[in-house]
């Protein structure tokens, strides 16, 4: 597709389900992200993969989350036992090199809102 | 870490009027992007901008980068500016995240 594009668009989990949140980015794009936006704040970082390499996972905020790109394209995040606090929009972006190359841009999908009851 | 504030944290303008958005940032920077969020929640990304000035139709931008600040500049509003704008900046050395600012939050009334 011409975009990124993200799914499930909506995800209702119950507490303690695991989900998964998939990821296709932009053909040919060599960096992904994955970003989390909790209601009314800002997106913070997750995790980042340089093709299939996961160069900065700083951001997971627990070892209950977890992300993998096998093949260097689709990216999965998944997210173990869920608790209420992981009620957000899961975002991923993608760009064709690394920020460290000058110009470049950096493509966001429309995010995955899961919401844990 | 770095820090980085955005004001106003809302704004509320009438069509045609013009605005300027205001982002600090506490730390010497390779990467600044100013992104608009619509309704819907899909983020654009506006500029590249880590020095300079630029221009893309009524939006221009314009980062100061020995003072740790960038404006955005909107002239003309329309109701589709509405959203909440972000600038977001590297988070320093050879780490390719983004670190988001608080958001502007504009309203363009008709």
């Known amino acids: 597709g011409a975009g990124v594009s993200q799914s499930p668009r909506y995800k209702v989990a119950k507490r303690g389900q695991d989900v998964a949140l998939r990821c296709d980015p932009i053909?040919?794009?060599?960096?992904l992200f994955w970003y989390q936006q909790a209601l009314g704040q800002g997106p913070e970082f997750l995790t980042y993969?340089?093709?299939?390499?996961?160069?900065?996972k700083s951001g997971l905020p627990s070892d209950r989350f977890f992300a993998e790109r096998p093949e260097g394209s689709v990216s999965t995040l998944k997210i173990q036992r869920t608790q209420q606090e992981d009620s957000a929009v899961y975002l991923c972006?993608?760009?064709?090199?690394?920020?460290?190359?000058?110009?470049?841009?950096?493509?966001f999908g429309e995010g995955s809102w899961l919401t844990v009851v | 870490g770095i820090q980085v504030e955005q004001s106003p944290p809302d704004l509320i303008l009438q069509e045609g009027a013009n605005s300027t958005l205001r982002c600090n940032f506490s730390?010497?920077?390779?990467?600044l992007q100013w992104f608009h969020q619509n309704p819907w929640g899909q983020l654009i990304n506006l500029f590249y901008?880590?020095?300079g000035t630029k221009q893309n139709g009524r939006l221009s931008a314009t980062t100061v980068a020995t003072e740790r600040y960038s404006l955005l500049y909107i002239s003309s509003s329309q109701t589709t500016d509405s959203g909440v704008y972000f600038c977001?900046?590297?988070?320093?050395?050879?780490?390719?995240?983004?670190?988001f600012g608080t958001g502007t939050l504009l309203a363009v009334q008709p």
């Open positions: 972006a993608s760009s064709l090199a690394s920020f460290q190359t000058s110009g470049n841009t950096i493509y």
């Open positions: 993969f340089q093709n299939e390499a996961q160069l900065d």
């Open positions: 730390d010497s920077v390779n990467n």
């Open positions: 901008i880590p020095s």
């Open positions: 053909s040919g794009h060599v960096s």
């Open positions: 977001a900046v590297d988070g320093g050395g050879a780490t390719n995240k983004l670190i």
